[in-house]
């Protein structure tokens, strides 16, 4: 199945943290071919269920997280600019002058404006406005506004898929729609296996992975494998640990919140079978699901491969799609070949 | 028109493309239109009547960045073209033609307190274009190339948000203007480099004489709540204003006079600038040759010099009405 079209459908929907139903359908739709029945939970998780071969397979969860950061409306000022608070980890250092859609009962466009140089002060000058000094200009006066939208809904950054150099992409909410296209593009090459697979898209992970909490103690997985992003190298970060340049491959994380044997038999499948791969090291919480899904079930082995992404959390994540692939390719023959060392 | 002029990139130095789009739309209405070596496209219109002969200008370029190095790992490192603050850069898009790039940093997890509320230095900053080496990139880009913003037109309601309002707004003016008949002569001087020194303005005054001038420009309008109202210098849909004065000329008192009742006479939604920061065309045209009676006509622009600039189409519109109704009655002065 093709990556960049898996991503442009993704791309077209949104889904901030608690917002998530719009881009359910549209994960069960793309899912659908590839299990026998597709569930959306109480919490807005979706739950993709491949039953095993033999019917007494030990259950497998592979999950990506469904939701994106963004914005929620707090108010519309008299002269009708919209108030707004962040919506898990937005980097506030990129909003003045962003694009934003804020999805009422109509999609309304939007600016979060900046005072120009012209008019700066000195004391301005040297410090980066917070959130709440900062301000959405949609054109439209109070009362128009308040026909379109209401305290309470959820914005996101504007941003299409664009191509760059080479298999680079470009768009906000990459973190998590290249580790959603792996897991799809992954259920795609699975056709029968001897696992009961569960190919889950867990909510809210970014306020706090609250949705992979419910899903892991309903699923009552023997193996998951949390497919998420990690850190891409840039410029500014040339010379640090734990950043993985753009085109190295899926990057499989080790320590103590993960599985030795998992983690370990995801990276000898991936040097026996020509995939690239990098080693990421996390000494605590990684941050991610797979620190949810190992402390709801702590008999569950629990691993977790991610893409490198640069500019996380900001409206130009940057991916290369050469790395979705090879996640895509780890995750699917670890499947085929048996999570066991043989 | 006006989608279509503020999408073609024409950062300071590199008005080639937008020089030759105007002359297109331009040449059909003229008795002569020239594109000189500085990429100043000037049009001439001889009036019906003809004693008198009035310059409109407006210039052409539009802020962005210049390629200063490409590094081992093909990231384009960059100096800004025109007054672009660092503040605004973060996540932000930007083009060199098919060419797309990102500018940001490292990603808001990797940092501390001190670096998530610094203003970032415009040395730190780079562009990704997704290369992954310096060879990579010398297959796309070259030290020397203009990058500009990648961003496009907007209607929504009575706004319109685009990249380059300041000046292709003044442009889009003087087009209208150049469609129709006058007693008057008419030049438009659609002009470069405004934005790092005049410098278009003054190799095209060399050839020019008027009697008036009019600059028509985009300009501040800090029109949010929390501005204070002497701070807000113009407002959205406030009309078009009218400048006293900026930080290179006085505005001719006999032309703002003129301007203004004229406006007043026909109703034209009006505001002046209330603000003598910035500056433009004015402080050449005015003194060019034996010296030009020159006043300045904007359209308020939030968000100026920023990918997301926004204007109120009503302020356009009144633009279009003054200067028409003023170079209907120019000959007449």
Redesign the interface.
């Known amino acids: 199945m093709d990556t960049e079209m898996i991503l442009k459908k993704l791309a077209d929907e949104c889904s901030v943290s608690g917002f998530e139903s719009g881009m359910c359908e549209t994960v069960k739709e793309l899912m659908l071919p590839f299990c026998d029945n597709v569930k959306i939970n109480r919490f807005n998780s979706v739950i993709c269920h491949k039953k095993s071969e033999n019917g007494n397979g030990k259950k497998v969860m592979i999950e990506a997280h469904l939701d994106q950061i963004g914005m929620i409306v707090t108010g519309i000022?008299?002269?009708g600019?919209v108030k707004f608070m962040s919506v898990g980890?937005i980097?506030?250092?990129?909003l003045?002058?962003?694009?934003v859609y804020i999805l009422g009962s109509e999609k309304?466009?939007g600016?979060i404006?900046?005072?120009?140089?012209?008019?700066?002060e000195n004391a301005d000058?040297?410090?980066?406005p917070d959130i709440g000094?900062l301000?959405i200009?949609?054109?439209?006066t109070k009362a128009?506004l308040n026909e379109k939208i209401s305290v309470g809904d959820s914005i996101v950054?504007k941003s299409d898929l664009?191509?760059?150099?080479?298999e680079?992409v470009?768009s906000s909410a990459l973190d998590n729609r290249a580790g959603i296209t792996a897991v799809i593009s992954a259920a795609s090459q699975i056709e029968k296996t001897e696992y009961d697979m569960y190919y889950v898209f867990a909510s809210e992970e970014e306020l706090g992975l609250h949705g992979a909490y419910p899903v892991t103690r309903e699923i009552n997985p023997d193996y998951a494998v949390i497919v998420d992003v990690t850190?891409g190298m840039?410029?500014?970060?040339?010379s640090?640990t734990g950043?993985f340049r753009?085109?190295c491959g899926a990057v499989v994380c080790k320590g103590p919140a993960l599985n030795p044997d998992l983690s370990k038999r995801l990276t000898d499948i991936a040097k026996n079978n020509g995939i690239k791969f990098e080693t990421e090291v996390v000494s605590g919480h990684s941050?991610t699901n797979a620190w949810a899904v190992q402390k709801s079930r702590g008999t569950c082995k629990t691993a977790l491969v991610s893409v490198p992404l640069?500019?996380?959390?900001?409206?130009?994540e940057?991916a290369d799609i050469s790395d979705i692939n090879e996640v895509s390719r780890l995750v699917a023959d670890a499947i085929k070949e048996g999570l066991e060392n043989a | 028109m006006l989608k279509i002029l503020t999408e073609t990139d024409g950062v300071s130095g590199n008005e080639r493309a937008i020089a030759e789009l105007i002359s297109s739309y331009a040449t059909p209405f003229c008795d002569e239109c020239v594109i000189d070596n500085m990429s100043n496209v000037i049009c001439r219109k001889k009036g019906k009547k003809g004693d008198k002969t009035v310059l409109l200008c407006a210039h052409t370029d539009e802020v962005g960045f210049i390629i200063n190095k490409i590094t081992d790992d093909g990231y384009l490192k960059f100096e800004t073209v025109g007054g672009v603050e660092t503040k605004i850069l973060l996540s932000q898009k930007v083009r060199k033609g098919d060419i797309k790039g990102v500018i940001s940093l490292k990603a808001v997890h990797l940092t501390d307190k001190d670096e998530r509320d610094k203003i970032p230095e415009e040395n730190d900053l780079y562009i990704d274009i997704g290369a992954s080496s310096k060879s990579d990139a010398l297959n796309y880009v070259e030290v020397g190339d203009y990058f500009a913003f990648d961003s496009d037109y907007i209607e929504q309601g009575n706004m319109i948000k685009a990249k380059a309002l300041d000046d292709r707004v003044g442009c889009a003016i003087m087009l209208e203007m150049l469609k129709k008949e006058w007693d008057c002569n008419l030049i438009c001087a659609f002009v470069t480099c405004e934005e790092v020194g005049h410098i278009g303005a003054l190799t095209a005054l060399e050839n020019i004489s008027a009697d008036y001038a009019i600059i028509l420009e985009g300009t501040t309008c800090n029109d949010m709540c929390g501005v204070p109202d002497e701070k807000r210098v113009t407002k959205s849909g406030g009309g078009i204003a009218v400048s006293v004065m900026d930080y290179g000329s006085v505005a001719n008192p006999e032309l703002v006079n003129i301007l203004i009742k004229i406006a007043e006479e026909n109703g034209i939604n009006w505001q002046y600038k209330a603000s003598v920061r910035g500056g433009n065309d004015a402080r050449v045209v005015s003194v060019s040759k034996g010296g030009i009676k020159t006043a300045s006509l904007s359209v308020p622009c939030k968000y100026i010099h920023s990918p997301v600039s926004v204007m109120n189409k009503n302020d356009f519109k009144s633009g279009i009405e003054l200067v028409s109704k003023f170079l209907e009655n120019a000959e007449e002065l």
């Open positions: 000022d008299e002269m600019f980890g980097d506030k250092r990129i003045p002058c962003s694009e309304v466009y600016v404006g900046s005072k120009p140089p012209h008019i700066t000058k040297n410090k980066m000094e301000l200009d949609t054109g439209y128009e950054l664009v191509k760059l150099a080479g680079t470009c850190h840039t410029d500014d970060t040339k640090e950043v753009l085109g941050g640069k500019y996380m959390h900001t409206a130009v940057t």
